[in-house]
C-alpha cells in the first residue's frame, strides 16, 4: 500500500470513524452535568485554544526548526484532542465529562479556526511565498466531513439504536477504530521512515517539550485554580493531548505537503511517553494520598 494511498483515502476515513465512535459515546446528560460548572470549561477551552498555540510558537522561536517542521509543530498545537484524549482521562479517574465536553468544543470550534490560523502561520513563517496555501472555506469543508459530522452522526445513531444494542456495539466500535487509528499511525511511519527526523533531533525534541510543557501548563492553572484533582486530570489531559490524526490530514491532504506532517506524525507517536509517565504517577499519587487540601468550583 502507498504511502499516497495511506495519507489520502485511509487516513480520512479512519478519522471519521474515531471520531463518529466518539460521537456514540455522548450523551446530552454528559454536557448538562458539565455546565453546572463552566469556569471549568473556559478554563480548559481558553487553554486549548488559545495558550496551546502561544506555547506552539515559544517553541519555535526558541528551537532551531526548519520552517516545515515548525510549520507542524503548530498545526499540531491547532487541533482537537480526539478519543485518545478521552480515553486518558478515564484511565486517570479525570472528569470523563468534562473531558468529553472539552473535546466536543473543540472538534466544533477547529474547523473554522484552524485553517484561519494556520494560513497565518504559513504567512509569517515565510512558506506562503513558496506556493504553500491552506484555502480557508476549502479547509473548513474537509474538517466538517472528518470531524464535526461524523460526531453528531454517532450521537444521532445513538439515539436510534435501542440502549441493548449500544450497548453491545459501543466497545466494539470503540476498540476496532482505536486499532485502526493505531494501525494508520504505524503504517504512515513505516512509509515514511526514511524521511523522518533522527530519534535524537530538534524535531523530536520539539514535541516531546511541546507535550510535556504543555500538560504542566494545564495541570498547574487547574490546580492553582484550586479545582477538585478530577477536573485537573481531565484539563491536563485536553491541553496536553492533541489529535494527531487531523493534523496528518491537513498536512498529507490538504496541504499536500509531506514534510509538514511528519512532526505531527512523529508526535503521534512519542506523544504517548510523557503522557503515561504522568498516568502512572497520578496512579501512584491514588495509592499514596497527601492530606486533602480545599477545592473550588
Not at 270 to 291: I, K
Amino acid at each position: 500500500m502507498s504511502a499516497e494511498w495511506l495519507s489520502q483515502v485511509v487516513l480520512p476515513w479512519v478519522l471519521a470513524s474515531v471520531m463518529m465512535a466518539m460521537g456514540l459515546s455522548l450523551v446530552g446528560a454528559d454536557f448538562a452535568r458539565t455546565w453546572r460548572h463552566p469556569r471549568r470549561v473556559m478554563l480548559g477551552t481558553a487553554l486549548q485554544l488559545l495558550a496551546l498555540p502561544l506555547l506552539a510558537w515559544g517553541l519555535v522561536v526558541l528551537l532551531p526548526l526548519p520552517p516545515l517542521a515548525a510549520a507542524g509543530l503548530l498545526l499540531v498545537a491547532l487541533v482537537p484532542g480526539g478519543a485518545t484524549s478521552n480515553m486518558f482521562s478515564y484511565l486517570v479517574q479525570g472528569d470523563l465529562a468534562l473531558s468529553v465536553t472539552l473535546t466536543a468544543i473543540a472538534a466544533v470550534l477547529a474547523p473554522f479556526t484552524l485553517p484561519l490560523v494556520m494560513g497565518w502561520n504559513l504567512e509569517l513563517l515565510g512558506l506562503t511565498t513558496g506556493g504553500i496555501a491552506l484555502p480557508y472555506w476549502h479547509t473548513v469543508g474537509q474538517l466538517l466531513l472528518v470531524t464535526l459530522l461524523p460526531v453528531l452522526a454517532g450521537m444521532l445513531l445513538r439515539r436510534a439504536l435501542p440502549a441493548t444494542w449500544h450497548e453491545r456495539i459501543l466497545p466494539g466500535v470503540k476498540g476496532f477504530t482505536g486499532v485502526a487509528m493505531v494501525s494508520i499511525v504505524v503504517a504512515l511511519f513505516i512509509s515514511h521512515v526514511e524521511r523522518l527526523p533522527a530519534l535524537i533531533s530538534i524535531e523530536t525534541l520539539s514535541v516531546l517539550l511541546l507535550c510535556l510543557l504543555s500538560m504542566l501548563l494545564g495541570h498547574g492553572v487547574a490546580r492553582r485554580l484550586r479545582l477538585p484533582h478530577a477536573s485537573a486530570r481531565a484539563i491536563t489531559v485536553e491541553v496536553g493531548v492533541q489529535n494527531a490524526g487531523v493534523a496528518m490530514m491537513v498536512a498529507f491532504v490538504l496541504l499536500q505537503q509531506p514534510a509538514i506532517g511528519l512532526v505531527p506524525l512523529l508526535y503521534g507517536l512519542l506523544m504517548n511517553v510523557p503522557v503515561f509517565v504522568w498516568m502512572f504517577a497520578c496512579l501512584w499519587r491514588d495509592r499514596h494520598p497527601v492530606p486533602a487540601v480545599t477545592q473550588g468550583r
